[in-house]
């Protein structure tokens, strides 16, 4: 089974720079995946880490440690339509995607 | 039809009555899933299907029964539907099962069961 833990609530000020912190516990990892959900949509996708290190995409960058069980995902220069929730979720094996209950992130004028 | 749809958007269901839930979608893809979504505990992967006329169970299968007769369906079945099945269930699909298959999620639909 999987135990995924990221922070409930962030708060941040237009402009800036956050980071979302995201552990897990797996048997068979295979992959970890970053989704934006703003309220009453659906998710979207934002990243994919298989491998160690940080993978750039404009102003979002996510991190993978394997060895650690932790991955983060950083927002940059921060802009009002960034507020929403972001979802960590975790592969393992072929298909089941395990989700983390999402870090909903207030972006502050 | 572009992506993946559902329908009804929204649907107040009595306890005991059987309802299903509609996901359609168009990009051909291999793998659809149907996951609930309720506060504080992320989305729990319901069932799923790797391909046409084979079905998997997930996290949470109890209550719930899909099928996929073709590549383009996937309906959610509740038999007989209770209050702790009030939450918004998203259908989504990726083109195959593992490796680097982004999953596309439909735009939901919000049950309340009375």
């Known amino acids: 089974g999987q135990n995924i833990d990221q922070p409930t609530e962030m708060t941040a000020t237009e402009g800036a720079i956050v980071q979302i912190n995201c552990t897990y516990q797996t048997s068979g990892f295979n992959g970890l995946f970053w989704y934006q959900q703003h309220a009453g949509e659906a998710p979207t996708f934002l990243s994919y880490n298989v491998l160690d290190g940080l993978e750039e995409k404009g102003r979002f960058s996510s991190f993978l440690s394997r060895s650690k069980g932790y991955s983060y995902l950083l927002l940059k220069e921060l802009q009002m339509k960034d507020s929403a929730s972001y979802l960590c979720a975790v592969r393992e094996g072929d298909y089941k995607l395990s989700f983390g209950a999402g870090t909903t992130v207030t972006v502050r004028a | 039809i572009a992506g993946i749809t559902q329908a009804p958007t929204s649907q107040i269901l009595a306890a005991g009555r059987r309802m299903t839930l509609r996901c359609t979608q168009d990009m051909r893809h291999n793998a659809m899933y149907w996951y609930r979504q309720d506060l504080g505990l992320g989305l729990r992967l319901i069932h799923y299907?790797?391909?046409?006329?084979?079905?998997g169970k997930g996290e949470v299968p109890d209550g719930y029964s899909v099928s996929r007769a073709n590549t383009d369906d996937f309906p959610l079945t509740l038999a007989s539907a209770v209050p702790s099945q009030t939450s918004v269930y998203f259908c989504?699909?990726?083109?195959?099962?593992?490796?680097?298959?982004?999953?596309?999620f439909g735009p939901g639909t919000r049950l309340t069961v009375l």
């Open positions: 299907s790797n391909t046409a006329g084979t079905t």
């Open positions: 989504a699909s990726s083109p195959g099962l593992a490796g680097y298959n982004e999953q596309f």
